[in-house]
C-alpha cells in the first residue's frame, strides 16, 4: 500500500509540473497580444512608399499603406478590431492589398475619417495590409492614430505626421532659390 501511495504521489507530482510547465498552451490561461504596425507615404501614386513625416500640399491625393500584424499566444486564430483615424482630410479610396474595399466613417462634427479593420491573431498570424488615398482639406499638420481594441496594449498604438502645405507655397520656394 505504501509503494502504491508513493508512485501515486510521484505520478502526481509529474502531471503538476508539467501542467505548470505548459500552462501557456493551456486553454484555461489568459490570450495575450503583441501588435506591430506602421505608416508608409508615396508622392509618386502609390508605385514605391517610404517612412517618415511628408508634405503634400493641399488638394493633392495622399496615398498611405498602413501594414499591421497582431500575434498572440494561442495558436487559434481570434480577431482584435483595428481602428485609424485621420482628421481634416476628404476620403477617396480605402482598399485591402486584395481589392476588398473598405469602407470610412466621417464623423463631420469633429472633421474626421475613420476606418476599422479587423486583424486575424494568432501565433503564426500574417501580416495585412492596405492602401488609402485621402485628399487633404486644409493647411496644417494633422496626426493619424491607429489604434488596436482592448486586447491589445495601448503601448502598440501608433501615430504618424503629416504636414499639409498651400500648393504655391512649393512654387514660391523653388523660385527664390
Known amino acids: 500500500m505504501k509503494k502504491s501511495s508513493r508512485v501515486l504521489a510521484m505520478l502526481l507530482a509529474v502531471v503538476f509540473v508539467s501542467l505548470s510547465l505548459s500552462a501557456c498552451s493551456m486553454p484555461w490561461t489568459k490570450t495575450t497580444y503583441t501588435a506591430a504596425s506602421g505608416f508608409y507615404y508615396s508622392s509618386d501614386k502609390g508605385h514605391t512608399y517610404g517612412d517618415g513625416t511628408k508634405e503634400y500640399a493641399v488638394g493633392e491625393t495622399v496615398y498611405m499603406k ?11 486564430t481570434s480577431q482584435v478590431k483595428v481602428t485609424l483615424t485621420i482628421p ?17 466613417n466621417f464623423d463631420a462634427v469633429k472633421n474626421e475619417t475613420t476606418y476599422e479593420f479587423t486583424a486575424n491573431a494568432s501565433k503564426d498570424a500574417n501580416e495585412q495590409e492596405c492602401v488609402i488615398q485621402f485628399i487633404p482639406n486644409a493647411v496644417g499638420s494633422i496626426t493619424m492614430t491607429l489604434v488596436y481594441d482592448d486586447n491589445v496594449d495601448p503601448s502598440y498604438d501608433i501615430q504618424g505626421t503629416l504636414e499639409f502645405v498651400e500648393e504655391n507655397e512649393n512654387t514660391e520656394t523653388d523660385a527664390s532659390e
Do not use: W
Not at 66 to 76: A, I, L
Not at 88 to 104: C, E, L, R, S, W
Open 66 to 76: 498602413v501594414r499591421f500584424k497582431v500575434t498572440s499566444n494561442k495558436s487559434e
Open 88 to 104: 481634416n482630410v476628404q476620403d477617396v479610396d480605402a482598399k485591402y492589398m486584395d481589392g476588398q474595399v473598405i469602407t470610412p
